[in-house]
C-alpha cells in the first residue's frame, strides 16, 4: 500500500506569481485633489458636522481640478486615501506626489500641526468618544525632508481620528517604502451612517490617472 506524502507548502503553491498586496486585496484606492488654494485650517466639530448636512457640496471635476493644478508637477502634494469595506480610511500620500517622484529623504513626520497635535488624540468606546475631527482640508502632519522642503498632509475626509502611525516618528523614511501599508499615517473613521457621502469628494484611481496625464501632457 503506497504511502500519501504531504507536500510542503513551497510545492503547492506558486511563488513566482504576482499576487495582490494587503492593500490592494481589502483595500479601494482613492485620491484627495483640493479644489481650491487657501490657508490650510483645522475645523471644529461643530463646522465639520455642518460640512456633512451641506446639500450644495458635489463631488470635484476634472476639469477644475485640472485647471487649479495645470502647469505645475510640484503642486501633486495629493492624499492617497485608502478605504476599506468597513469604512475604514488609510491615509498616506498619492504615489505622484513630490516626496515620492523625487526620491527624497524624509528626516521627520510631526503630528503637531499647530492647533492640534495629533498625537494627543484620545478614544474610547464603540461611538469613539473624544476623538479629533477631521474635515476634508485638516491637516493630519507636516513632512520634513532632507533638502528643507516642508509638505502639510491634508486628511481629505471627513470623520473622527482614530489612530496616527507613531513608528513614523522613529522610522520616517517608513513612508516612502511602504506608504500604503506600514507607511500610513492616519486612520480614520468616517460616519457611519453617511460613510459613502464622506468620501463622495474623491477621485478613484482611473480618475485620479486621466487627471494626472492631463496636467502633464498640457
Known sequence: MMQFVEPSIEETVDLN???PRVSERYFT??????SEKHKLEDRTKSEVSSAESNESVKKLSL?????????SKDSFEHTCVLVHS???CLLSISHYH????????VTKISFDVGKFNRLENQV????KRGAQMFGPRSAVCIITCSDDSKYTVLSGVTGKLIEVNERLIADPQLLTRSPKEDGYLAIVLPPLHNGDKAVSSLLSRE???NLINSVVSS
Open 207 to 209: 480618475q485620479y490617472e
Open 98 to 105: 513630490p516626496i515620492i517622484t523625487g526620491k527624497k529623504e
Open 86 to 88: 468597513n469604512k475604514l
Open 17 to 19: 506569481c504576482d499576487y
Open 29 to 34: 484606492e482613492y485620491f484627495y485633489v483640493p
Open 124 to 127: 474610547s468606546g464603540k461611538s
Open 63 to 71: 476639469d477644475s481640478v485640472a485647471c487649479d493644478d495645470k502647469g
